[in-house]
């Protein structure tokens, strides 16, 4: 049964601002208490009402205060037990990021999307939020020697697409090009550049960092995207980490690491110029490849677990 959107609103409004029981609420709507149940559900399942719990020895408040003060970004740190796994941390992250994309997403909008396993994470967790005239465009590559990526990453812009009743434009090229000359003459073509100024006049991107070892494995590492004689470059080049397939040294420095003029995601200058740049981590092996991205300027909101980043302000400089 659908409700009018007023009513969700007045019955979560007496319930959860003037504590009024659900009796109550139901003899003065003039309906049952398992109505009043419903729409109390409804209103939390389509983002109307958001429930926060935290604990009392959180360590988030000086932890947000330490990423805004050092690195001038603005942190939502999620709050986790110390005894939570990898997994429980990384699903806790990715669901609290779906929220907030949620809430900075509207009408008439672009959003960039990396692909990942963050990111297909955030995609379970995106809440239906219907907007108007909005697209989502794919922020890299995704095909490689093993499948075309299309699957993948056709699925993962949907799913945001879906959710927010927008646009899905996607990114037919492969992550990584053999050639140098071959990306070169890809970007001259009019439907890549196409999508490459919707890429860079997006509002929000949307993005993890990639870690090269430990802890859950990063998509671009762990499913075929790279060769060994890329592997054997990445550790003599000192690499620790990607961001939208672009790698990163631990000083935030990739202009002249040379696979990264055949990757096909933006590198840090040109996603600097997007306005709300938005990465979600989680995991101990993130620490050093958020520090390489933080240090080339490409985040704006940060969102993290809590041990993840007690580690990271512990190890910091």
Request: charged share 25%; hydrophobic share 40%; with cysteine.
């Amino acid at each position: 049964m659908a409700y009018r959107d007023q009513d969700i609103l007045r019955v979560a409004s007496m319930y959860y601002l003037q504590d009024v029981k659900m009796e109550t609420i139901a003899r003065h709507m003039g309906t049952s208490r398992s109505t009043v149940s419903r729409m109390i559900k409804e209103a939390r399942d389509s983002g109307l009402v958001e429930i926060t719990l935290r604990p009392a020895q959180s360590r988030a408040p000086g932890l947000r205060q330490h990423f805004r003060e050092t690195w001038g970004v603005e942190a939502f740190v999620v709050p986790v037990m110390d005894s939570h796994s990898d997994e429980s941390r990384h699903e806790q992250v990715a669901l609290t990021c779906a929220k907030l994309v949620a809430n900075w997403f509207q009408s008439e909008m672009v959003l960039s999307v990396a692909w990942g396993t963050t990111l297909s994470a955030i995609a379970r967790h995106l809440p239906k939020k219907p907007t108007q005239g909005g697209a989502i465009v794919q922020l890299n590559g995704a095909a490689n020697t093993r499948t075309s990526g299309v699957a993948y990453a056709g699925d993962l812009i949907a799913s945001f697409a879906e959710a927010f009743d927008a646009h899905a434009v996607y990114f037919p090229v492969p992550a990584f090009f053999d050639f140098d000359e071959t990306k070169e003459a890809m970007w001259r073509e009019r439907s890549i550049r196409r999508v490459i100024e919707m890429q860079r006049a997006a509002d929000i991107a949307l993005f993890s960092v990639g870690a090269l070892t430990g802890g859950l494995p990063s998509h671009v590492y762990s499913a075929g995207y790279l060769e060994q004689d890329d592997v054997e470059t990445l550790d003599r080049e000192g690499v620790v980490g990607d961001v939208c397939t672009v790698f990163l040294r631990e000083d935030g420095t990739y202009a002249d690491i040379p696979i990264n003029s055949r990757a096909t995601g933006p590198n840090p200058m040109q996603l600097k110029n997007i306005p709300r740049r938005v990465c979600a981590v989680s995991g101990d092996n993130k620490v050093t490849p958020l520090r390489a991205a933080l240090r080339a300027g490409v985040i704006t909101d940060l969102i993290i677990d809590e041990i993840t980043a007690t580690k990271f302000m512990i190890n910091s400089d």
